[in-house]
C-alpha cells in the first residue's frame, strides 16, 4: 500500500487481478473513494509488495515475475529492475535520508532451482531516488 505524496491518492496491489488500484483519498476525513484498476499487468507475475517514492512514483515487486517496477504517477513504466530471484515480494526506502532501497524475496517449498539461488534474499538498491516514511499503523487485538 501507499499514498501519493499530495495524499490525493492510495494505492495497493490486487495480486488476483494483475493490477494495481487507485482510490481518490481525502485525507481531512480519512475517506477512501472508489478503487479504479490504474495499472493492470499483462505480463509474468503479479504485483506484490509496493510503495510510493517523494516524486509520486509507484514501486511494484512482481511476485513470479523475477522484477522491480517503477510507474510514474500517469501509469507508465519508467524503469524495470530485474533480480536473480523469481519471487520479489516487497519493498520500501530506508536509511536516514529514505535513499536506500529494500527489496525483500521469497523462495517457495526450498526450491532455490526454480526461484533462483538468492531466492529469499534481501536486497538493497542505492539509486540516488528519494523514498518517503511509511505510515505508522495502530492494530487492536
Request: charged share 25%; glycine share 10%.
Amino acid at each position: 500500500m501507499g499514498f501519493s505524496p499530495s495524499l490525493d491518492y492510495f494505492y495497493h496491489s490486487d495480486p488476483s487481478k494483475k493490477s494495481i488500484v487507485r482510490h481518490q483519498y481525502d485525507s481531512s476525513t480519512h475517506e477512501i473513494g472508489p478503487a479504479e484498476d490504474w495499472y493492470i499487468h499483462e505480463g509474468e507475475g503479479a504485483p506484490d509488495g509496493m510503495t510510493v517514492d517523494a516524486e509520486g512514483y509507484v514501486w511494484s515487486a512482481r511476485w513470479d515475475g523475477w522484477s522491480l517496477y517503477r510507474y510514474a504517477p500517469d501509469g507508465t513504466q519508467e524503469r524495470q529492475i530485474q533480480f536473480p530471484v523469481k519471487k520479489v515480494s516487497s519493498i520500501i526506502f530506508g536509511g536516514n535520508s529514505y535513499k536506500d532501497i529494500y527489496v525483500t524475496t521469497a523462495i517457495y517449498d526450498s526450491n532455490k532451482e526454480q526461484d533462483g539461488a538468492n531466492a529469499g534474499a534481501l536486497f538493497r538498491l542505492r539509486l540516488g531516488i528519494q523514498g518517503l516514511p511509511e505510515f505508522a499503523s495502530k492494530i487492536c487485538l
